[in-house]
């Protein structure tokens, strides 16, 4: 598909979301906040959405008192000093273990994303404060962020992109930042090889990474902490409703990864 840069992009952050539950209506939701919040959506925008509110509503919350550590799980806490019962979790959402670290694994997901202790998350999770519940990535991050497109399309009149995202970190720098998960009707990956730069020498080996650029400012305007900012309208973006790319297509081939 053709993509040209924006000059202008406009991001904004509801801020009337409620707390989610197992079964909500996540477009329904989205929806009603925006009304409340006098924003009409408009051909071309994206809506992105933190990947905790899909998980919490389709119901992705386990009770660690529920789970029982492995053989192996009990061994690898020993190692790094993780609740075994997470590491049980970490270990049933993975295809493979790629490094051991302090408090950490690394893992390969079963959605083939790299990541550290597979996406579980026990952040804005347990209302009392606790550590007794963890958190799973969506089943099939692609198909969550179709169906709730379809949802809000429904409810508002307007085929506009939608993103599920997370926050990740990285190798070699410090601090986290946004990851797209699951994607509908929004470019990811723009191969910009053959295009002229600015002195007419063609571009050889640019792929844009549309999706994370996108997942990166939106995250900005979430936060991690206690500011409750779940889903961001981008404006000027320009979505593709034909565009046919999901987020796992950001996921480089493991036959092209050089640093496993």
Known sequence: MTWT????????ALQTLPLISAGDDIGQLIVAALERESLKLAAGDVLVLAQKIISKAEGRMVELASVTPSRRA????QRNGKDPRVIELILRESRKVLRVGKEVLIVEHRSGFILAN???DQSNVNADGGNGS???????????AAKVRRAIGQASGVDCGLMIIDSIGRAWRLGTVGQTLGASGVPM?????????LFGRKLRATDIGVGDEIAAAASLL??????RRPVVLVRGLMAAPEATQLGRDLQRDAREDLFR
């Open 134 to 144: 963890a958190l799973l990535l969506p089943e099939d991050a692609d198909a969550s």
């Open 74 to 77: 009990r061994a690898l806490a």
């Open 222 to 227: 979430m936060g991690q902490a206690n500011e």
């Open 118 to 120: 597979a996406g579980i």
């Open 5 to 12: 840069a924006p000059a202008r992009l406009e991001l904004i």
């Open 189 to 197: 990956v723009v191969d910009a090889r053959g295009r002229a730069d």
